[in-house]
T-cell receptor
Framework: DVKVTQSSRYLVKRTGEKVFLECVQD?????MFWYRQDPGLGLRLIYF???????EKGDIPEGYSVSREKKERFSLILESASTNQTSMYLC???????????FGPGTRLTVT | DQQVKQNSPSLSVQEGRISILNCDYT??????FLWYKKYPAEGPTFLIS?????DKNEDGRFTVFLNKSAKHLSLHIVPSQPGDSAVYFC????????????FGAGTILRVKS
């Protein structure tokens, strides 16, 4: 059973703060993803990584960066949080070239 | 420009009846389609999928139909149960794009008992 955990379920930060969201998986999957979910927009891909220290931009990378120093851990960084980054953030993993992704429980981030 | 569209934001169905959730896509390169289910405060969980070489896939109460010529797929839930109340996301993928998933906006299903 794949387990994907995210460091916080709920987070409240102030505008301009640096925010770290962490994701850890225990299934040795090569690929990890960060999405944000907003009403009416579905899930949008921010960044993904297919290997340690490798990263690729998704569809909405602006204002975000990522770090993958270990295979099991993928961090999303908001360099200077803004109110329009208030959202549900979801981490996912995927084995190799398969299609199915496994999601963590999500972090509800509010930026005030 | 949304490549995957779920045009019904919500759907309400009586328990025991059929729920039909629809999804349209625009990119003919998509070769695999998935449905995910999401409860509040939880991450999406995989429900069922279909390859573009098939037109139907069934798993218990859930059936996905694919009409490639119309670029349309649908998820049928029969019979619907109150526990099926959730947000359903359609997702599409293509080998040429590294199997990344492109999601629709989601449809909120409410099953009334």
């Amino acid at each position: 059973d794949v387990k994907v955990t995210q460091s916080s379920r709920y987070l409240v930060k102030r505008t301009g703060e640096k925010v770290f969201l962490e994701c850890v998986q225990d299934m040795d999957h090569e690929n990890m993803f960060w999405y944000r979910q907003d009403p009416g927009l579905g899930l949008r891909l921010i960044y993904f990584s297919y290997d340690v220290k490798m990263k690729e931009k998704g569809d909405i990378p602006e204002g975000y960066s990522v770090s993958r120093e270990k295979k099991e851990r993928f961090s999303l960084i908001l360099e200077s949080a803004s109110t329009n980054q208030t959202s549900m953030y979801l981490c996912a993993t995927r084995q190799g070239r398969s299609y199915e992704q496994y999601f963590g429980p999500g972090t509800r981030l509010t930026v005030t | 420009d949304q490549q995957v569209k779920q045009n019904s934001p919500s759907l309400s169905v009586q328990e025991g009846r059929i729920s039909i959730l629809n999804c349209d896509y625009t990119n003919s390169m998509f070769d695999y389609f998935l449905w995910y289910k999401k409860y509040p405060a939880e991450g999406p969980t995989f429900l069922i999928s279909i390859s573009s070489i098939k037109d139907k896939n069934e798993d218990g109460r859930f059936t996905v139909f694919l009409n490639k010529s119309a670029k349309h797929l649908s998820l049928h839930i029969v019979p619907s149960q109150p526990g099926d109340s959730a947000v359903y996301f359609c997702a599409a993928s293509a080998l040429v794009y590294g199997n990344k998933l492109v999601f629709g906006a989601g449809t909120i299903l409410r099953v009334k008992s």
